[in-house]
């Protein structure tokens, strides 16, 4: 939100634009909001998915500003269809280089028991092609264009403008600054009721708080998207290519005692795709 925030700031430089990131849920995120600002709002934007975990609460939104707009919240898995969370006694599990997003394959090689070298193998175009991941894209452009159909904006436009970008995401729900900047000069049109020339190069204006993790769009799937892809993973200043990311994956996993507890995915994970990963190997 913080990319979208500073958007704004510049679209509607003759408006005070301030930013709250919540840390309650339901009814207290109102009163979070409230007793921070201690004022009424013209307007309080606010991502879909937050208004729909509010329940009851969310109709006390109306309390804070004259009006509530609601925003698609941008998550596009089809450049990384092997991201997942995982979950161990209500901790969420972390990669070898110390982030919440993990592989689905690598976790699962590594819960069956696999060595790191067989680990390695399953990343190529075969196995991607059996669990389905270069099937993703219909799926995620036609969830994310549903979100902006709810909230009453432009999916077609947004989706025309990031694509030049290339790959627009750095992980599953991490856009490119490039992409926010592109739905803040939305919410700004429909903020001041008039609409704004794109200004040229906004992205570069503003701070992209999502730039310190960078999963890669593996080289297979890339190809299918007409992309350049990569083996290299980076969160903040750690790098590490495939062989090192399972190597450092394997060793976290090993101290964590992944294995004794088996961790709950999001998304989940079926068995079967665990069997055709295995499959692979034996």
């Known amino acids: 939100m913080g990319g979208i925030a500073d958007s704004l700031k510049i679209l509607n430089a003759d408006s005070c634009v301030k930013l709250h990131v919540a840390n309650g849920s339901g009814a207290s995120v109102i009163d979070e909001v409230r007793s921070k600002f201690n004022c009424k709002f013209d307007m309080v934007v606010v991502h879909e998915p937050i208004v729909a975990s509010l329940g009851n609460a969310a109709e006390r939104l109306g309390d ?66 059996s669990v389905g991941y270069f099937d993703s894209w219909s799926d995620s452009a036609t969830d994310l264009a549903e979100s902006f159909s709810r909230c009453d904006f432009d999916f077609s436009r947004w989706m025309r403008a990031v694509q030049r970008s290339g790959v627009f995401m750095y992980g599953v729900n991490h856009p490119v600054q490039f992409a926010l900047t592109e739905l803040a000069i939305q919410i700004s049109e429909k903020m001041a009721d008039r609409t704004h020339e794109q200004m040229f190069e906004l992205h570069k204006l503003t701070k992209d708080y999502l730039a310190h993790i960078v999963w890669p769009v593996y080289p297979e799937i890339a190809n299918r998207l007409g992309l350049q892809g990569s083996y290299h993973w980076r969160v903040d200043n750690e790098y590490a290519n495939l062989p090192q990311f399972v190597e450092k994956c394997f060793r976290r996993w090993d101290e964590s005692g992944l294995r004794s507890l088996q961790p709950t995915f999001v998304p989940s994970v079926s068995q079967e795709t665990r069997a055709k990963l295995i499959r692979f190997v034996k």
Request: charged share 15%.
């Open 64 to 129: 804070l500003a004259v009006q509530v707009m609601q925003i698609p919240t941008i998550t596009f898995a089809a450049f990384h269809p092997d991201i997942v969370y995982a979950f161990q006694e209500n901790r969420i599990v972390k990669s070898g280089l110390n982030s919440d997003w993990n592989s689905r394959i690598l976790m699962i090689a590594y819960l069956e028991g696999l060595g790191q070298s067989e680990a390695v193998s399953l990343f190529r175009a075969d196995v991607f092609d």
